[in-house]
């Protein structure tokens, strides 16, 4: 089957007279379900400034991957990865959330089963004020140690040409995030997987869903039943396998979406 989405919904057209039409039974959906889990990707911090991965303005049409996130690349040249995250990090930490953030925090108090799973580094769903998050690959904002897993307390910048070591084994300090080839953690995937599965609507927003095992999710979702709903201005692998694509920014339909279900939920947290 050359596949389409049951339902397509233009981001042009987003506004709040055409999401009153026709976006109805999106809403009713929000408003009836009880299991809400929530997939993001570098797309929902594109509107607040940080660069995404790939696309034309995309961070791999400039760096390669295998050069800066891999643990090889670490051990061959550990300065140049590191003065690819101390800019990155900057970057980040002068950044805040947008209104897709800020909404996705207010959804969370909507309901009782709720659950952010980002695949972001850059903390902003937790700034924006989401509680319940799991960060699949990491954060920018902790360093750990490169042999023994240790995490490090204090976060200063690191002097590329005079890598810190850790105290207990001697190993290089590195950022705490997940690179290729790399395995996650398994208690933060293993959940992943279980409210993914568990889930009756699961909205997947901003990745290309092309990395593994966080592509996976939305799938294992919509096998189990639940209703998939992707945010994205552009197509992906995902997009035949939902039930609502929505084909805008993600800062430009979620506080839409969020007044429409604003006072009308029947479980919001006591
Ligand atoms: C907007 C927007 C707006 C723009 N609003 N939207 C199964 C099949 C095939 C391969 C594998 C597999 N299992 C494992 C693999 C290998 C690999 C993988 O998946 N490779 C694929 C690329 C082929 N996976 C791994 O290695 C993972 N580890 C693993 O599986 O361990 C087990 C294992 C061990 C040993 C051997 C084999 C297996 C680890 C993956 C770690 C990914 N790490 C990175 C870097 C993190 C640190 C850092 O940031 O520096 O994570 S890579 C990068 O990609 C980053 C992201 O989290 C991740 C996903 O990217 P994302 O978020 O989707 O961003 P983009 O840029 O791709 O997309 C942005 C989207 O936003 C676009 O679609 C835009 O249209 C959209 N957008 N503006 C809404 N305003
Ligand atoms: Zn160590």
């Not at 929000?30 to 911090?45: D, F, H, K, P």
């Not at 940080?50 to 995309?58: A, I, L, N, S």
């Not at 005079?162 to 953690?185: A, H, K, S, Y």
Request: a negative charge; proline letters at 6%.
């Amino acid at each position: 089957m050359t596949g389409a989405p049951a339902n397509i919904i233009v981001g042009n057209q987003v506004g709040r007279t055409y999401l009153a039409a026709m976006t109805n039974e999106l809403v009713e959906i929000m408003l009836n379900c009880r299991r809400c889990a929530v997939l993001t990707g570098a797309g929902i911090s594109a509107e607040s400034g940080v660069p995404t991965f790939r696309g034309k303005q995309g961070l791999w049409k400039e760096f390669k991957p295998e050069e800066l996130a891999t643990m090889s690349a670490f051990m061959a040249n550990p300065n140049i990865v590191w003065q690819w995250y101390n800019w990155r990090r900057e970057l980040m930490g002068k950044v805040e959330p947008n209104p897709g953030h800020q909404a996705l925090a207010e959804l969370e108090d909507m309901f009782t089963d709720f659950t952010l799973i980002t695949q972001n580094i850059d903390g902003l769903h937790r700034q924006a004020g989401s509680k319940n998050i799991l960060e699949l690959h990491g954060n920018i904002h902790r360093n750990k140690c490169a042999e023994c897993n240790q995490h490090v307390a204090a976060q200063t910048d690191i002097d590329p040409d005079n890598i810190p070591t850790c105290e207990q084994c001697g190993g290089r300090i590195r950022p705490d995030v997940v690179w290729f080839g790399e395995m996650l953690d398994n208690d933060i995937i293993s959940t992943a997987f279980r409210v993914s599965e568990e889930s009756d609507v699961f909205l997947s927003i901003g990745t290309s869903a092309v990395v593994h095992p966080a592509a996976s999710l939305p799938m294992m979702a919509k096998r189990s039943g639940a209703t998939l709903i992707e945010i994205n201005p552009e197509r992906t692998p995902l997009t035949e396998l939902a039930d609502f694509y929505v084909s805008a920014r993600s800062g430009e339909f979620l506080p839409p979406l969020v007044e429409q279900l604003r006072g009308r939920r029947t479980d919001p947290k006591a």
